[in-house]
């Protein structure tokens, strides 16, 4: 896990060597903020380290928020494929 960790550092934030201490201090600071308020975590289901901390994160609201999602989406895909078909029909027709 730790290793998982320093490769998102190093891909993300540590891009060009740190001209200084107080450089590489800063980057750390913010990804380390970052890791643990703003980048959602898939071993947490979504949730940052800090929501699961805290308890504030809703994991059944969460799981029923991307089910509808990925109702939507399918919708969506069907209708475009449809309409797809129907504009190749008239293609071919004409």
Request: hydrophobic fraction near 40%; charged fraction near 25%; aromatic fraction near 16%.
């Amino acid at each position: 896990m730790v290793e998982a960790l320093f490769r998102q550092f190093k891909q993300r934030f540590y891009l060009k060597i740190s001209n200084s201490f107080a450089c590489l201090y800063q980057l750390i600071f913010k990804f380390v903020r970052q890791y643990n308020e703003v980048i959602p975590h898939s071993s947490l289901l979504g949730a940052t380290p800090l929501e699961k901390y805290q308890g504030i994160f809703d994991e059944a609201f969460f799981k029923s928020s991307i089910r509808s999602s990925l109702r939507e989406s399918k919708k969506l895909r069907i209708e475009n494929f449809k309409e797809c078909n129907r504009c190749m029909r008239k293609f071919l027709i004409s």
